[in-house]
T-cell receptor
């Protein structure tokens, strides 16, 4: 079965500096990959998705992620962090031929002034 | 479009009591998911429906948990009897799926269950 590993449980950056949240995946088939964000006491919101088109995917709020098959990675990046980016981020994988969505354990992003 | 609606938003019960959660997915979405999210962890799949059929319930603790999705629309998740370890946020999500796993999930705000 497919799975994801988020390599950092907590990332702390200063406002205005780059953000890197790391995700490695395991999938038997061509995967679909997603990043979701969860602000405190809020629902999960889709940031971006990869579905076998362009390997560099742009999402909302200036986030983007690059699918690297050789490294089985789908890291999330943003050039300049904003205070409002502080939240929990989840990497999600599903095999292309099913709808079984598996979540990583999450990475908490803290943004310091 | 209206989003995924869950109720109640919060629920506090004593252990051994029953509890039920309700989910109304986005209109037209054929796939519905129930996830459980423990504090500080990612959501874990409990059950997945395609239309009214439960296609994956391998993670559902069937001795105390049950779910149904009548007419392939609304769904209820029930716990009877509840245990202290069931305290968590229960999330419902829906998607419109054709072939393949490309469709993103749309989540409700969840039900926060506290078992005392």
């Amino acid at each position: 079965a497919q799975s994801v590993t988020q390599l950092d449980s907590h990332v702390s950056v200063s406002e205005g500096t780059p953000v890197l949240l790391r995700c490695n995946y395991s999938s038997s088939y061509s995967p679909s990959l997603f990043w979701y964000v969860q602000h405190p006491n809020k629902g999960l919101q889709l940031l971006l998705k990869y579905t076998s088109a362009a390997t560099l995917v742009k999402g909302i709020n200036g986030f983007e992620a690059e699918f690297k098959k050789s490294e089985t990675s789908f890291h999330l990046t943003k050039p300049s962090a904003h205070m409002s980016d502080a939240a929990e981020y989840f990497c999600v994988v599903s095999d292309y031929n099913n709808n079984d969505m598996r979540f990583g354990a999450g990475t908490r992003l803290t943004v310091k002034p | 479009e209206a989003g995924v609606v869950q109720s109640p938003r919060y629920k506090i019960i004593e252990k051994k009591q029953p509890v039920a959660f309700w989910c109304n997915p986005i209109s037209g979405h054929n796939t519905l998911y129930w996830y459980r999210q423990n504090l500080g962890q990612g959501p874990e799949l409990l059950i997945r429906y395609e239309n009214e059929e439960a296609v994956d319930d391998s993670q559902l603790p069937k001795d105390r948990f049950s779910a149904e999705r009548l007419k392939g629309v609304d769904s209820t998740l029930k716990i009877q009897p509840a245990e202290l370890g069931d305290s968590a946020v229960y999330l419902c999500a829906s998607s419109l799926v054709g072939t393949g796993g490309n469709s993103p999930l749309h989540f409700g705000n969840g039900t926060r269950l506290t078992v005392t």
